[in-house]
């Protein structure tokens, strides 16, 4: 069974940054992607961005220029780097890994920003 396991998450101003981290139990490459989701009060949970296996990645129009997904192949381990946050950023930030058949969630890690 895949776990993945966010951390990172805080309390910060706006305009400051926070770096989130989702390490998984096996080998990331084996995600055909791996991503990370917010969800707020009251709102749908949305696609932030996306690493696919081989490299690509995608962004939220909202977070496009400001947020940087990468990863580190050897310590099985994703990043979001946020920079320049806002209030509305605010939310329960999951990471999320898929393969043909299958979808993994991580327990979710909470970022607020205060105004």
């Known amino acids: 069974q895949v776990q993945l396991v966010e951390s990172g998450g805080g309390l910060v101003q706006a305009g400051g940054s926070l770096r989130l981290s989702c390490a998984a139990s096996g080998s990331i490459l084996s995600f055909s992607a791996m991503n990370w989701y917010r969800q707020a009060p009251g709102k749908q949970r949305e696609l932030v961005a996306t690493i696919t296996r081989g490299g690509s990645t995608n962004y939220a129009d909202s977070v496009k220029g400001r947020f940087t997904i990468s990863r580190d192949n050897d310590k099985n381990t994703v990043y979001l780097q946020m920079n320049s946050l806002k209030p509305e950023d605010t939310a329960v930030y999951y990471c999320?890994?898929?393969?043909?058949?299958?979808?993994?969630w991580g327990q979710g890690t909470q970022v607020t920003v205060s105004s």
């Open positions: 999320n890994a898929r393969t043909v058949v299958q979808t993994y």
